[in-house]
């Protein structure tokens, strides 16, 4: 493998000194971008985009061609675990996922496996092999997977959910099958970075997009812990570089102090906290990636410049921060906004970096 | 008007001694009950039912009836006041409200009057003094009203959102707009509300239900401020009896001790924070109100009563405590795990109002 030109994102993550504030955008491969939209049409439909190595590679690339971005993200969804455990995932248009079969019982988790990553989950790994091959040492590649809890949350609703009813049920009345499948996709969320790690993946990050509908000790119980239980298993070095691991909990500001604690590398926080806070309240023990709200995006670029400029001064000085968004780049945004963005976390954050 | 036979609510919002923890639930006149649902289909659509003080005044008393519940909370809807000031709210089956005339521009903004209580939302006090003369004094009874924050996204968006990208634009790109909407709403608010107590509320909530959705400094800005606003326009006595102001902004864990910076009498929580933690945070500033999961009145009674005398035994000794969920009561609940948790509250919290 190539050496890496441009390791900002890694030695943010680590805590190393850095010339500037690196940053890459949540979902910046995607539908804001006419040329995502148009291998998106030639794919025919979502599954097939994420499940072909050479239009997965090819959607990945497309943001780093436009942007001076510091990190390429492997193009795929969360949910392709439960579907290689057999759900059988699906998209509606203009719909969120859903399940064919979803769970709903002990004797149903009991039947789950745990997939094999380079199984049912090779195409997944042929596709980071290529993208880092394509990237030829550019960027770092993230790898990524979706939390256990919000897994579970799909696989037993049976698809996007506001209330969580079926699956917060089960909490409160029937812990016990609750941590048995929890307890299944930690291993298997473990096993699938791993593999993307040994595939290429440089930095690995965990959504846990819903672990912010929970009340304190459920987080505590049915999530953290879930993620604790992946960062343990994790490989954390490859041929002598860190791999480093980001722990992301939308709506978990309340619980920073304690995701700092399992020894992650580093917090996604979304747009509701203020980062310095935020780092006050975490200290050197991890790095911060985030936290812009992504309607600034929707405006112009002299608001996202001024918001930019804002997010750099409420980190401060030192390294620990990569830019992001707090949440995923909406569809409706002009391209040049996101170069504004880009370029402006660039150029302001110099002096944030400079002894 | 009679004396208060039961004024454990309107006491413990006082943090004055009571001698079990008061018990009302957000929704309790709702879509669960059947004798709702028979109101409810005839009178058509639902804001008939709203503007119909009968039938108001006939679901608002519906749950006393069944439950041994503290306080009465007037039916009504939080759009009443964009209603009033001309954008015209409906309803489409199986959606949330809309607005046919939304707002855009800082010229619709300058369009919009102040609506008179007593003119355009007469129909709201004639329910208030309604309810207020058939409860007899059973129990108090609350007003409320939305935030202006929580009001000027359904205004600008025309409806329900997820992303608020309208608003949100317009704050972080034309505040001055904002705020001049923001400002007619608190002072729109603020004289609805004082006109629900002259007609005879005895304790008001402002519901903000989408102050989550904001950074901390917008929080502050747009949602806080004016809240503020409007606690320091609340009639806070009448008649030598004092008029408890609760506060609720749904996600605002983050800023409980901003909150009760107010000067409001209590804060609501919403499920995600711990109630002991949220106790220590705010100290003898305010009482609170909540903070049950919703999720739990799915379940089954033993179930209930456990989550119950937790919630109890993590607030602790002594009064400022209202319980109540930490949001909505959902339509599928059976009436019969309503009735196990009010007893449940009542019966467990007796100790901790024992010197």
């Known amino acids: 493998m190539p050496d890496l030109k441009n390791d900002r994102f890694i030695r943010a993550l680590l805590r190393q000194p850095v010339d500037k504030t690196p940053i890459w955008i949540m979902r910046q491969a995607g539908r804001y971008l006419p040329e995502y939209r148009e291998v998106r049409a030639q794919a025919g439909d979502f ?20 942007f001076d971005l510091d990190a390429a993200i492997l193009f795929s ?17 203009g719909e969120g996922p859903k399940f064919k079969s979803p769970i709903s019982s002990a004797a149903d988790i009991e039947k789950l496996g745990i997939p094999d990553p380079n199984q049912e989950l090779a195409y997944v790994m042929d596709a980071v092999s290529l993208i880092r091959k394509e990237l030829d040492g550019k960027v770092p590649l993230i790898g990524f997977a979706g939390s256990p809890w ?44 791993n593999a993307q790690i040994e595939a290429g993946a440089q930095a690995v990050m965990v959504f846990d997009s819903w672990g912010g509908a929970l009340t304190t000790p459920h987080y505590q119980e049915f999530s953290l812990a879930y993620m604790q239980r992946i960062v343990d298993q994790l490989t954390r070095e490859k041929d002598g570089d860190k791999i480093p691991v980001i722990l992301f909990t939308k709506g978990g500001g309340l619980w920073l102090d304690q995701i700092a604690d399992t020894g992650c590398d580093a917090l996604g926080l979304d747009w509701t906290i203020n980062i310095g806070q ?19 995006m929707a405006t112009d670029p002299d608001t996202i410049k001024r918001e930019a400029a804002s997010i750099l001064a409420d980190f401060g000085n030192g390294s620990g921060h990569v830019f992001n968004l707090g949440h995923g780049i909406t569809p409706g945004i002009t391209p040049d906004n996101v170069a504004a963005l880009v370029d402006a976390v660039h150029e302001f954050s110099i002096p944030y970096h400079q002894q």
Do not use: W
């Open 150 to 193: 919000t897994l579970a949350t799909y696989m037993v609703e049976g698809g996007s959910s506001r209330s969580f009813s079926k699956i917060k049920a089960m909490l409160f009345a029937d812990a016990k099958t609750a941590h048995a499948l929890l307890a299944k996709l930690a291993d298997s969320v473990a096993m699938y970075l």
């Open 278 to 296: 935020a780092r006050q309240q975490v200290g050197d023990r991890v790095a911060l990636q985030g936290n812009m709200d992504p309607a600034v």
């Open 77 to 93: 969804d969360i949910l392709t675990i439960p579907d290689a455990m057999g759900l059988g995932l699906y998209f509606e248009e």
């Open 47 to 66: 599954m097939t985009l994420c499940s072909t190595p050479d239009l997965a590679c090819e959607v990945t690339l497309q943001p780093l061609r436009r």
